[in-house]
Structure formats: C-alpha cells, structure tokens
C-alpha cells in the first residue's frame, strides 16, 4: 500500500511583527489572523478548544472554521526546565524554534512528505537575552500516534511498510528527525502515516544519521514494550518497516 503524497504546490506565507515579537502565518489557515492565535485564551472565548493533552507543557487542540489545528508552545527540557522553563536565548528571527521548524514543514510540504501543514510560528520577546517560541500546526484527522494503536492491536504489515517509505522519503529528502520514536509516528483513519515533532530537526547530507534514526526507533518500540500492560509489536515488525524503508531510499531522492 502506497502513501498519499501531498498538494505540492507553494502555500502563501506572510511575516508581520509587533512590539518586539515576530509572526510567520499561512493566511489560508485561519479566518481572520491576529498575533492573538498564539493565546489559548483567544480560542477558549470563542468556545473553539476542542481538547488538551499534557506533556511537558499543555497542548491546545482548536477550531477556526472548518480547520482544526494544533497549538502548543516550547518548553525546555531537563535541568533547563527548572531554570528556564520556556525560554531560548535570543536568536535571529529565521533561526529561532518556531520558526525553524514552520520553514522546515513548508520545505518538506513541497516535496510531498507525509507532514502536517504549517499554519503560524511566533517568537515572543521575553526580554533582551530571551524569547519565547509557539508553534501552530494543521491538525491531521483520525490520527493516533503508534504507542496508542499498539496497546490496542496490532498493525498490518503493509501499514509497517508504509511507515518505513515515510521514514525513507524524509531521509532522502534529507531531513534528520532528532528524536524519531514510537510517538512521533501517527496513522490517520485511512492508516497512512505521518510523522511530527520537528523541532531541532533540520537538513543533512547522508550519512551515519539515517541509521541512527532508525536505530532510535527501534530502542523506543522496545522501550515501550517493557513499559505496556499490552503491547502488540514484534521484532518481525520492524522488518517490515525495513523493507518499505529500503524500497524508498532505493529511488531517487524527491525533487
């Protein structure tokens, strides 16, 4: 079974920036955009939350329309969490978290990989060292990440297939996913895959890095396998996500 490629065409994107604080939005996205999308107060007035999930920090699941997308902030990790919470030493707008990984969907958008649609980065001011960072993103219908649909059967494998040509595509495009597990793989109602969570991922030339993304996938699979009461996956899984893997890295890279 085959994934659907994308829409490849050029989506329309816009900057704006106001008081110290810098925006980049996909107009067609949202009915009426305004730096207060980044707010979950703005969405909760206007009865659009449509659920949470909680992590390291709060993701917001919203409405605008028709549209429902993804809202969620950056939050640091380990000691940094405690000292910094959510915020980065300052860095020039293009390079800042958002706005890095926006860039990096839109780019692997044209190509057709199996990604969600950017719809709005934003890089708060916090002061003169620091920013803050939030990121909004198309959210994909139907989709469940692979540690929920294991722990309740397990995948075909022509689903595994499609998820190693996923992987495979995004490593032939050159895209290195600094931290490819378990969660960060989804399958939509029509169980194609997509991948997310591209934050410190960006492009690199082949090498030792592809493997080692596969390598990370396979410690989580087998993490979580000791961590679920139920866990239905098998080493024989992973083959066939190997096979569909090197069925994409066997063709030329998409241009």
């Known amino acids: 079974m085959q994934t659907d490629r994308h829409d490849t065409r050029q989506h329309d994107t816009r900057t704006l920036s106001r008081d110290g604080d810098h925006f980049r939005f996909d107009p067609a996205c949202f009915s009426d955009f305004s730096p207060d999308c980044f707010d979950a107060a703005y969405w909760e007035a206007r009865q659009a939350v449509t659920g949470t999930s909680v992590g390291r920090g709060t993701t917001w699941f919203i409405r605008d329309g028709e549209r429902h997308m993804v809202l969620r902030r950056y939050w640091r990790g380990g000691l940094f ?14 390079r800042s978290r958002a706005m890095r990984e926006f860039a990096l969907l839109a780019h692997m958008r044209q190509l057709g990989l199996s990604v969600p649609r950017p719809c709005a980065a934003a890089m708060f001011r916090d002061s003169l060292l620091f920013y803050r960072a939030a990121l909004i993103i198309e959210r994909i219908p139907g989709a469940r990440d692979l540690v929920a649909l294991l722990q309740e059967s397990p995948l075909a494998q022509d689903h595994w297939r499609d998820i190693g040509r996923a992987i495979g595509r995004m490593h032939q495009a050159g895209v290195y996913h600094a931290d490819l597990n378990s969660h960060n793989i989804l399958l939509d109602a029509q169980h194609r895959p997509w991948l997310i969570d591209f934050d410190k991922c960006r492009l690199r030339k082949p090498g030792r890095w592809q493997q080692a993304n596969l390598a990370r996938l396979l410690r989580s699979l087998r993490k979580e396998a000791g961590k679920q009461a139920q866990w239905h996956w098998q080493e024989s899984d992973f083959s066939a996500l190997m096979a569909g893997y090197n069925a994409a890295t066997a063709v030329s890279p998409p241009q």
């Open 81 to 94: 969490h405690r000292l910094l919470t959510d915020r980065y030493l300052i860095q020039p707008v293009a």
